[in-house]
């Protein structure tokens, strides 16, 4: 593997370091740009250089450009900045929907999403009884394994995938229901797949149920989930199921908000 060490003395991946920086130069320039410019712009061989750019080219992230030895940025990245679009947009288009379900269900609820292996909330809107569930905060948490909000999140991606990101953010044990089993998990969030929601029954805090639905983009792909948190006193088979079924209905309302998206 051709690792490097980088300023904070991190190993780093050379090929991905230079792919990286070739886009980047491209970018810079904007238009087309020749391989001769990339080549000097990075003090880098030329053959190095056109080596990376046709493996770029093969994922669509580089195309040829109007002459031989000319290139521009390709369609892919366009597929990328969409991505990073709708996830910054999606408060603004879920408060209406997480807005109306707060007021349904008169429960917690969590919009969230996954970057770098860690779920993080976007928004929150608290319950509207005097008994409420303490809704946890703003930002970053790895307690995805034990909250319906992660275990959607998790629920799609590869099983190596949902590996690597236990093993290196751990399974803490937040109560005596909280699983801490790879495997388990694994079956769990098949069995979320097949219902289509997922479940935390106090899980990550006792006396607190809470169910999780996925939002999609216009692939299909999980981007975000949403939840909605209720304490065991309240968390009647009548009303979880008015709760399942208002979530499921407000994440595919949300799907439709995100694929009428401009940028989608």
């Not at 050379?14 to 070739?22: F, K, M, P, Y």
């Not at 608290?126 to 992660?150: C, F, N, P, Q, Y």
Request: glycine share 6%; charged share 25%; aromatic share 2%.
């Amino acid at each position: 593997m051709d690792t490097q060490t980088d300023t904070k003395g991190e190993k780093t991946i050379q090929s991905v370091d230079r792919a990286l920086a070739i886009l980047e130069v491209m970018a810079r320039h904007r238009g087309e740009v020749t391989l001769a410019t990339i080549s000097e712009a990075l003090s880098l061989n030329a053959s190095t250089c056109h080596h990376i750019i046709k493996t770029l080219m093969a994922r669509h992230y580089v195309r040829p450009g109007t002459a031989r030895g000319r290139y521009m940025l390709g369609s892919q990245l366009v597929v990328l900045a969409d991505a990073v679009n709708v996830k910054a947009e999606l408060p603004g288009r879920a408060k209406a929907v997480l807005d109306a379900l707060n007021q349904i269900t008169e429960e917690a609820v969590h919009l969230a999403v996954l970057e770098g292996g860690e779920m993080i909330t976007l928004v929150k809107r608290e319950a509207r009884h005097a008994l409420r569930v303490d809704s946890g905060s703003i930002g970053k948490s790895r307690a995805m394994h034990a909250t319906a909000t992660g275990k959607i999140l998790l629920s799609e991606l590869p099983e190596t995938e949902i590996r690597r990101i236990t093993s290196e953010h751990g399974m803490q044990k937040f109560t005596g229901n909280t699983c801490t089993d790879v495997d388990a998990l694994i079956t769990e969030l098949e069995e979320t797949r097949e219902r289509g929601h997922s479940e935390d029954r106090e899980e990550f805090q006792l006396y607190v149920v809470c169910l999780g639905a996925a939002v999609r983009d216009t692939t299909g792909r999980i981007i975000a989930s949403i939840s909605v948190s209720t304490p065991i006193n309240r968390a009647t088979p009548e009303h979880l199921a008015l709760v399942r079924d208002e979530l499921m209905a407000a994440g595919r309302t949300l799907s439709l908000n995100v694929s009428d998206s401009p940028e989608a």
